[in-house]
């Protein structure tokens, strides 16, 4: 006797899963916007750009039925504006000077 797939026995669970690399991503980038708050800003904006580019990552190599709402557009774009934003943001917190 073979067991119904998941996504028949828990559909909110099936979900969930589906939807947990953007969850991480999320995850990551509170994280890094709590750091903002709290005045370590560029910290977070270095957590947050590496967020962003990790993101990109999981975008690139992950097949489409794990990736949930992370994917919008075609893969190229997604990889291309992730990526390039989360590198983006963090060459530009890097660079302005201060502390």
């Given at each position: ?8 026995r828990r559909p909110f669970l099936a979900g969930l ?7 991480v991503v999320l995850l990551a980038v509170g994280v ?68």
């Amino acid at each position: 006797m073979t067991r119904p797939p998941l996504h028949t026995r828990r559909p909110f669970l099936a979900g969930l899963l589906r939807q947990l690399p953007l969850l991480v991503v999320l995850l990551a980038v509170g994280v890094g916007l709590l750091m903002v708050t709290f005045e370590h800003w560029r910290r977070g904006l270095v957590v947050v750009g590496l967020a962003l580019v990790g993101a990109g990552v999981l975008r690139l190599l992950l097949p489409l039925r794990r990736l949930g709402f992370l994917a919008v557009r075609s893969r190229p774009v997604d990889v291309v504006l992730l990526a390039g934003c989360g590198v983006l943001l963090t060459a530009f917190a890097l660079a302005i000077p201060g502390e």
